[in-house]
């Protein structure tokens, strides 16, 4: 069954970068789009980024965009969230997600166990 | 900006059936994905692009949508599946692409 275990989380300082990583298993990675979506504490979801199956295409809500960069490495099975100057806001647990769909971006589908980040001075 | 309304919160009688709905432009032209998340865990899916059922989830969850509300129907509601539930979907509707999350509704089992 699909399998998504995200890591990378801790806690650091306002300003500071972090790279998240997402290692896929039971089903073929290679094949489907991936999302990170975050939860900030007693919040609901919100989407941060998406990349296409083939990592050409890549998509960032405003909040994140010229911070974060998704990225994926198809011969490793892993999803990668790079976040830069980090600000308090950005505290939340970070969960990679798989699509519903092959080859497109269609639904946040599947979920892993998330990784949390705090940024807190 | 686009977004997905949907109640704060709801009950339902134990094995009485309940109707979670989301509202947004976003699905006129998109489906939608309800998501249920339980204290201290992940989302899980329960109903992904309208109306399929991930495999290991009970027939009693059924999604529908018309016009720019989807809904998640569960029949004979079990004492389980109280949990927090989340619609998303795609927002095309800008000029680029994004999805979205309703602010989540609180099923209470009575």
């Known amino acids: 069954q699909v399998q998504l275990v995200e890591s990378g989380g801790g806690v650091l300082q306002p300003g500071r970068s972090l790279r998240l990583s997402c290692a896929a298993s039971g089903f073929t990675f290679s094949y489907y789009g991936m999302h990170w979506v975050r939860q900030a504490p007693g919040k609901g979801p919100e989407w941060v980024a998406s990349?296409?199956?083939?990592?050409?295409?890549?998509y960032y809500a405003d909040s994140v965009k010229g911070r974060f960069t998704i990225s994926r490495d198809n011969s490793k099975n892993t999803l990668y969230l790079q976040m830069s100057s980090l600000k308090v806001e950005d505290t939340a647990v970070y969960y990679c997600?798989?699509?519903?769909?092959?080859?497109?971006?269609?639904?946040?589908?599947?979920w892993g166990l998330g990784t949390p980040v705090t940024v807190s001075s | 900006s686009s977004e997905l309304t949907q109640d704060p919160a709801v009950s339902v009688a134990l094995g009485q059936t309940v109707r979670i709905t989301c509202q947004g432009d976003s699905l006129r032209n998109n489906y939608a994905s309800w998501h249920q998340q339980k204290p201290g865990q992940a989302p899980v899916p329960v109903i992904h692009d309208k109306h399929n059922r991930p495999s290991g989830i009970p027939d009693r969850f059924s999604g529908s949508s018309s016009g720019d509300t989807a809904s998640l129907t569960i029949t004979g509601a079990q004492a389980e599946d109280e949990a927090d539930y989340y619609c998303s979907s795609r927002d095309s509707s800008s000029n680029h692409l994004g999805w979205l999350f309703g602010g989540g509704t609180k099923l209470t089992v009575l």
């Open positions: 990349i296409f199956y083939d990592g050409n295409n890549k």
């Open positions: 997600a798989r699509d519903s769909y092959t080859r497109v971006l269609v639904t946040i589908c599947f």
